[in-house]
Every structure is written in C-alpha cells, then in structure tokens.
C-alpha cells in the first residue's frame, strides 16, 4: 500500500508508467492504454483549471494529440501529462461485452 496526494492505494506505485495509445471519447475524455496493461478513462475537464493546459479546452487542441516516449502531448510537445498523472486522474474502465 502506499499514499499520493493525499489517496491510499492498495497496490504498489507505478514507476517508469508509460502511455502506449490513447483514443479520444468525446470533448475532454480519453481512454488511455498504460503500460501496465490497464485501459483507464481519462477526464481532463479539470485539468483545463490550470493556465498551462487551458488550451486543451479547444476541442481540435485536445483532440490533435501525440504520444512521445510514453508521455501523451499537444501542440507539438508544448503541453504534455505524465503517465502518472494521467493515471492519477483516471478512472477504471471495463469493455463491455
């Protein structure tokens, strides 16, 4: 177990956490394929709060998305996310059947 802002997990922190795709779901979500093997919703209506990533309130900014050595960017590199933070603000998602 170990805590991160704040949040108690019950596995182990993910170190060295990479982005290996991520699909656009509609205006401010992604799902987002980690190298841990788990497929997570991510929202990124709160992240938009923060000055340095209000240009992703542009649809076409967050959907014009790149994926660099395992970190998810925009705007050709000038707003990236950590994994971990990414996986932070996401939320598990099953395929349904």
Known sequence: MY???GIAYA???KQGM???EAKIVNDLSMLVTFSTGETRLFDASKLIEKPAFAPLADNEVFRNFGIEHGVVTW???DIDLSPET???MSFPY???A
């Open 18 to 20: 990479k982005v290996f």
């Open 94 to 96: 099953e395929k349904v």
């Open 3 to 5: 805590i991160a802002n």
């Open 11 to 13: 596995s182990e922190p």
């Open 75 to 77: 705007l050709d590199g």
């Open 86 to 88: 990414m996986y932070e």
